[in-house]
């Protein structure tokens, strides 16, 4: 669709309630995927949708209900369906109102190449991928996907926003009889997606992890690759830098803003406008987005809020309200770890006996407050010694505090790039931490 069709969906929504304030929100995509496995495309398929929600308001008491169906009828009921629930919940003595309107700044996170792109470019790619993978020897599975996403935003106090942007996003997993490797890319626009350059990565890694030795659980020095980091601010993001689980005492940053809770070396943001991440201007109630700064030279300042938990405390959105049936308050969308100087070469130089760890898998947290977090290290990991690494070691368990490890990066790599996360993307570099805790071994 476009621009003015999604408003003329969101009017039609408006008229249709009695609520005393109501709230329409549109989320279109049009996404395809290329599936592959044992070298060989097994899946391409290709899906258009739309969702209308309807957040509807009367006095204190709100009800969401959403829609699929873009029919006159449709939208009507749906709108009367709000407007009923609304008025059978209790009262929320802590809702205010929803946003009004405010002025929009722009981003630019879209290309056309994206849009265009067919089945064939993506199994062209997906192609020279396989093709690696026999020569080599190794299998690769994996998935390519592009899209289209739109989003329209307005409420009944005069608010309505609009945007667009596409992804491009080409995973691949190589594996041998003993060993994997992995590799990622994601960008807005789909010439930035090197298949050789990620088949060869993988496959590198796959290689050299073959016939892995079995390492005893302990602290160790550790090399995370930007694979892993981006778990770290994943779940920074979920449990510490957002009001909700600030106002509940269930982060670290509750009462300790304006200390030094990390690393002086660490500054961690969020900025929803920045060229280097796949921008996005406004939020799901349709407040502009604010850059936010979480972690500045190690010290505390500041966490996201929507409309409704700034309310609590006297403030304003700063533009990072999810869609109003998700329960679990503001969270960022646009993260970064700040870049440090080191190559990853300067890093393994100077680990004396330690682990590289290309990613984490399967993480799942244990203590919200202190950010410890269990999970499995996956697809490339190497025993590192004297400067060295000296052998491919099995997959093995760790449970770490992530907000202790940030108070130990010894380097911090000069690249960075950019992710899926949680809720959005991050863009993040390499880490050489100075201890990290497996606390278990695996026979694979």
């Known amino acids: ?51 209308v929600s309807v957040r509807a308001v009367i006095g204190k008491k709100i009800g969401i209900a959403a829609t699929n169906i873009l029919s006159d009828e449709s939208l009507k009921a749906v709108a009367e369906k709000a407007v009923t629930l609304a008025r059978h919940q209790k009262e929320n ?82 594996m041998s009889a003993t060993s994997s490797g992995y590799a990622s890319r994601l960008s807005i626009d789909i010439d930035d997606i090197d298949g050789t350059a990620l ?51 269930r982060s670290f940053m509750t009462d300790h803003l304006g200390e030094k809770v990390m690393g002086e070396n660490i500054t961690i943001w969020d900025d929803g406008l920045s060229p280097e991440t796949i921008a996005n201007p406004f939020d799901f109630e349709g407040v502009p987005r604010q850059r936010v700064d979480f972690i500045v030279g190690g010290v505390a300042k500041g966490i996201v809020y929507d409309t ?6 006297g403030k304003t959105s700063t533009g990072h309200a999810l869609p109003a049936a998700v329960t679990f308050g503001p969270v960022p969308s646009n993260m970064f770890l700040a ?45 590192i010694e004297k400067g060295k690494i000296t052998a491919p070691v099995r997959n093995l368990r760790f449970t770490q505090s992530y907000l202790d490890a940030m108070n130990q990066v010894e380097l911090i790599g000069g690249e960075t790039r950019l992710h899926e996360a949680i ?22």
Request: glycine fraction near 6%.
């Open 199 to 249: 088949a060869a990565e993988a496959i590198d890694k796959c290689l050299r992890s073959t016939d892995p030795i079995a390492i005893d659980p302990g602290e160790y020095e550790v090399i995370l690759e930007d694979y892993a980091v981006t778990d770290i601010l994943d779940f920074f993001a979920y449990l510490s830098f957002g009001a909700q689980a600030y106002q509940e005492k």
């Open 339 to 383: 870049a440090g100087n080191a190559s990853k070469e300067e890093m393994l130089a100077s680990v004396e006996r330690g682990i590289w760890v290309s990613r984490f898998w399967y993480t799942r947290p244990v203590h919200p407050l202190r950010v410890i977090v269990t999970g499995m290290t996956r697809d490339g990991t190497f025993l």
């Open 308 to 313: 409704y938990y700034a309310g609590k405390e």
């Open 93 to 174: 003595e802590d809702f205010r109102s929803l946003p009004g309107p405010a002025p929009l700044p722009q981003a630019h996170a879209y290309s056309q190449r994206t849009a265009d792109c067919t089945p064939e470019q993506r199994a062209s790619v997906v192609a020279t991928i396989c093709d690696a993978a026999r020569r080599e020897g190794v299998t690769a599975a994996g998935a390519f996907k592009t899209g289209v996403s739109e989003i329209a935003v307005a409420n009944s106090l005069g608010v309505f926003a609009y945007n667009r942007d596409t992804h491009a996003s080409l995973n691949t997993t190589m």
């Open 1 to 51: 669709m476009d621009e003015p069709g999604l408003k003329n969906i969101a009017d039609r929504v408006l008229a249709a309630s009695a609520a005393d304030q109501t709230e329409v929100l549109i989320f279109g995509s049009h996404s395809a995927l290329t599936r592959f496995a044992n070298s060989y495309i097994h899946q391409n398929v290709a899906r258009t949708g739309f969702e």
């Open 423 to 444: 809720a959005g993307v991050s863009r993040v570099p390499a880490l050489k931490i100075r201890s990290w805790a497996f606390t278990g071994a695996t026979e694979f």
